[in-house]
Each structure stands twice: as structure tokens, then as C-alpha cells.
């Protein structure tokens, strides 16, 4: 059987390695040089990502056979919303490394692939499909789903990112919430250790970066050395069908990160083994993946409603999230938090007035 796969990121190296292992050796086809981001960054697996998945390494491990190390545990979340600030501890997820140095997941999950690495190539999915039997798209973008005709667009962000010098706390993330600066967005610094970390903004849309970037920087009197900067536009949507013909869409470009904060990693990981099992006939794609594509759906819904927020209603869902009730809820996933705010961000729920804002129009 041949079997292409398009993209050496996560999604596509989680489901080369998993092919691997059930007797298939695919062609994997990476567009970079290397495996991972030009920069490196911090991202976080979290419970809620998938409820009932519980301690999220370990799923993916006993589940999917994908034994990951993390830089920490997250063992504390710092929110800071319109001059207040609340830390809550609990056992949250994990700090990831991702990009090019060693340790990254991308460096881990290379070095387990027995079959080389396709660099510099450019593949499309349709030129592939007639020369293959299947072809797995994992390339990070909507371009594959686009063209089929089965993708939807959920958001357009925009994020810059700096990699800091200070001293941090390698088990904690802060997390900023300001509709002066973030509008429906968000900030977060995310260590990689005690003198190194990432900050970054999250914008919805596309507007304005730099007059944003530099208030969020004077707003939460953020003074730093900076080593790297970057921007990162990031198109993230739905699809409709997982599957065309003998072409399976993961990560990303199967609409597997969710538009609410932008968490991703632990859908397309496991993506990428469904899509592995799928060509190795141990289940239909659809069917294993609808779990998954339905907590998409939900997050989709969080953020549609959350964008029609005023500033006074995302202070109070800011607020609500930092009760020492649902505080103890977020570590486990059980019962699902996401589901519970949901109906919370209906229209009328968190209307303007009576409460303070975060932040400054």
C-alpha cells in the first residue's frame, strides 16, 4: 500500500509513526528544511481540550502509543483582567515545547520515524491522490479542504510573539484579558524555564498589531529583554467532511483546532493516529473522529457567542472562570467546563452594564 502524507508537523508525524508501526511505510513531504517552527514557542495541553481524556499525556500514550515529554506540568494559572490579578493552582495539563530545538514534540516524534522526510517539497493533495492510495493532509492550513469545497472559516487571528529574559515560575502560565488591547483576543506569557519565556498577543482579526502590542506591554507593565519577535497569521475554520475519496484531512487542515483559544495540539496528534488506523482499515475516519469534531463544534460556538460580548460581559465571563469553583473543575475536565459556560454566553446573559469592565474601550 502507499500511503503519502503531507506535513512533518504533529498531525503528520503522529500519523507516520503510528503507519509505521502497522506495517506501512509512508512518504512523508514537508514544504521546510526542518521539522517544526522557525521560533520556538510553549503550547499547552489542557483537560478541557477533550473531556473525559483526564490527564492528557497519559491518554495519548495508553490511547494512541504517543509517549511525549513536556517541559512542566501547569500547576497554576495567573489571570490579569482590568488591573485585578488571581492565581489558582491545580494540576491544569502541560507545558509542550514546539519548533526546532531539542525536546520540541516535533524533535520527539522525528526521531522515532524510521522512514526519511520528504524536505523542501511542495505537495498538493489532488496531484497526489492519483500516484497514491491514500494521501493524509496535514499541512497546517485549509488550502486542501478549501479546494474541495468542504471548508468553513471560523476565524482570523493575528499573533505576535516575543521570547522574553526575566524570571518565571516553569509550572505557571499568566494570562491577560483586556479588551483595551486584546478586544475578544487574549495575551499569555508561557514559560519554557526559570529565565525563559514566550509572550504573546492574540488578536481576532487583523487590525491594529503594533498600537496593541505596545499597550499591552504598558497596560501590564511588562519590561523585558527580548530575544526573538515574530507575527503569525492564523486562519482557523471547520470542515464538513474529513474525508475525500482517498484523501483524509488532519490537525488543522481537517478544522481540528479550536477558534477559542487556539489549542490544537492534542486534536491533531490524535488526528493523525486516527488517519493512520483509518488507511490500515481498523475503523472508519469519520465515525472515530466525530468525538473529536463534535468538542470543535462546541468551541466554536464559545467563541461565536463570546465575539458578540461587551467589555463588561467578557469581564464577567473572565470573573466566572476565575471562581474557586470552576477553578477545581478545570484540572479534571469532569463535568465538562466548556459545556457548562456554553449556554452561559447566549445573548442577554452577560449584557452591558451593572459590572466592571476589563479594560478601556
Not at 497526489?128 to 492550513?141: E, H, I, P, R
Request: hydrophobic share 45%.
Amino acid at each position: 500500500m502507499r500511503v503519502a502524507v503531507i506535513g512533518a508537523g504533529p498531525a503528520g508525524l503522529a500519523c507516520a509513526i503510528t503507519l509505521e508501526r502497522l506495517g506501512i511505510r509512508p512518504d512523508v513531504f514537508e514544504k521546510g528544511d526542518h521539522v517544526g517552527y522557525p521560533v520556538p514557542m510553549v503550547q499547552v495541553l489542557m483537560s478541557l481540550s477533550h473531556p473525559g481524556a483526564g490527564d492528557q499525556l497519559s491518554f495519548l500514550r495508553k490511547e494512541f502509543g504517543l509517549a511525549l515529554r513536556p517541559l512542566a506540568a501547569l500547576s497554576s494559572l495567573v489571570h490579569h483582567c482590568g488591573g485585578t490579578v488571581r492565581q489558582v493552582a491545580g494540576s491544569y495539563g502541560y507545558l509542550m515545547l514546539r519548533g526546532r530545538d531539542e525536546g520540541s514534540v516535533e524533535r520527539q516524534l522525528a526521531g522515532r520515524l524510521a522512514a526519511g522526510i520528504h524536505f523542501c517539497h511542495w505537495a498538493e493533495a489532488g496531484a497526489l491522490s492519483g500516484a497514491y492510495d491514500y494521501v493524509v493532509v496535514a499541512d497546517g492550513s485549509g488550502r486542501t479542504a478549501r479546494q474541495a469545497g468542504v471548508w468553513r472559516r471560523r476565524v482570523r487571528a493575528l499573533s505576535r510573539g516575543a521570547v522574553i529574559l526575566d524570571r518565571f515560575d516553569p509550572g505557571a502560565i499568566d494570562l491577560y484579558f483586556d479588551t483595551a488591547y486584546a478586544g475578544h483576543g487574549y495575551g499569555i506569557l508561557t514559560p519554557f524555564d526559570e529565565r525563559r519565556a514566550m509572550l504573546s498577543l492574540h488578536l481576532v482579526g487583523r487590525e491594529g498589531m503594533d498600537r496593541r502590542w505596545r499597550l499591552f506591554l504598558a497596560r501590564e507593565k511588562l519590561v523585558c529583554d527580548v530575544l526573538s519577535r515574530y507575527d503569525l497569521l492564523y486562519a482557523g475554520g471547520t470542515v464538513s467532511r474529513h474525508r475525500i475519496g482517498n484523501i483524509l484531512l488532519t490537525g488543522n487542515a481537517g478544522g481540528l483546532v479550536e477558534p477559542l483559544f487556539g489549542l490544537g495540539l492534542f486534536a491533531s496528534l490524535v488526528s493523525g493516529v486516527l488517519a493512520a488506523r483509518a488507511v490500515a482499515g481498523q475503523g472508519d475516519y469519520e465515525e472515530m473522529l466525530a468525538v473529536y469534531v463534535k468538542r470543535q463544534e462546541q468551541f466554536a460556538a464559545v467563541r461565536t457567542a463570546f465575539n458578540r460580548l461587551d467589555q463588561a460581559g467578557v469581564a464577567r465571563v473572565v470573573a466566572l472562570l476565575k471562581t474557586p469553583f470552576l477553578g477545581r473543575l478545570l484540572p479534571t475536565g469532569r463535568p465538562d467546563v466548556v459545556s457548562l459556560v456554553q449556554p452561559l454566553l447566549r445573548p442577554g446573559v452577560f449584557k452591558a452594564g451593572g459590572g466592571k469592565a476589563c479594560g478601556r474601550p
